[in-house]
């Protein structure tokens, strides 16, 4: 099946920096690579998604790219902000769905 | 719309009870999911149902039967609860058909603890 490894684990930054978390798949049938969030206590949130026929895709201060070749995507948060703290998952899909382990980030006011 | 519903929110189970987890979405969507999550690690499936009367294991089966109840329900039972057991399960739907839109919607979560 589907491996998805996502780095780093934790990702502390200051207030208006960047911030990238990237992801690896293993199955090269996969074909769509969403990005949640999650805050604590609460259910995933979808916050981008990118179809392996798109290499980047951006939403205001969110962007995501993709290297089908390479087999891995990267999300790319700018100006961070504080209520940007979260876990962030990313997934690769055909039609299951794999997700990777998670991003602890955190954003200091 | 209610999206994706669970119930119950909160269980607590002795070792070797049965229960079982409800879901139910109204989007109308073909395709739904079980997952569970551990402190920790991100989501692994353990069950999935393409459409309407059809099911298929995930990553972690063992332990779970599903049963797709109609197109709106699909529900998760534990047949003999073990501690391993204990973790936040998360049920979801999508459309998820070829050329369609694939976006995931989740619902609250239940969390179980097993005794």
């Known amino acids: 099946g589907e491996n998805v490894e996502q780095h780093p684990s934790t990702l502390s930054v200051q207030e208006g920096d960047s911030a990238v978390i990237k992801c690896t798949y293993s199955?090269?049938?996969?074909?769509?690579f969403p990005w949640y969030k999650q805050e604590l206590g609460k259910r995933p949130q979808l916050i981008i998604d990118?179809?392996?026929?798109?290499g980047e895709k951006k939403d205001q201060r969110i962007a995501v790219t993709l290297n089908k070749t390479a087999k891995h995507f990267s999300l790319h948060i700018t100006e961070t902000q504080p209520e940007d703290s979260a876990v962030y998952f990313c997934?690769?899909?055909?039609?299951?769905?794999?997700f990777g382990s998670g991003t602890k980030l955190n954003v200091k006011p | 719309n209610a999206g994706v519903t669970q119930t119950p929110k909160f269980q607590v189970l002795k070792t070797g009870q049965s229960m079982t987890l409800q879901c139910a979405q109204d989007m109308n969507h073909n395709s739904m999911y079980w997952y569970r999550q551990d402190p920790g690690m991100g989501l692994r499936l353990i069950y999935y149902?393409?459409?309407?009367?059809?099911?298929d294991k995930g990553e972690v089966p063992n332990g779970y039967n599903v049963s797709r109840l109609n197109k709106r329900e699909f529900s998760l039972r534990l047949e003999s609860a073990a501690p391993s057991q204990t973790s936040v399960y998360f049920c979801?739907?999508?459309?998820?058909?070829?050329?369609?839109?694939?976006?995931?919607?989740f619902g609250p979560g239940t969390r179980l603890t097993v005794t």
């Open positions: 990118i179809r392996s026929n798109v």
């Open positions: 149902s393409a459409s309407e009367g059809t099911t």
């Open positions: 979801a739907s999508s459309e998820a058909s070829a050329g369609q839109d694939y976006e995931q919607y």
């Open positions: 997934a690769a899909s055909e039609d299951k769905f794999y």
């Open positions: 199955d090269s049938a996969s074909n769509y």
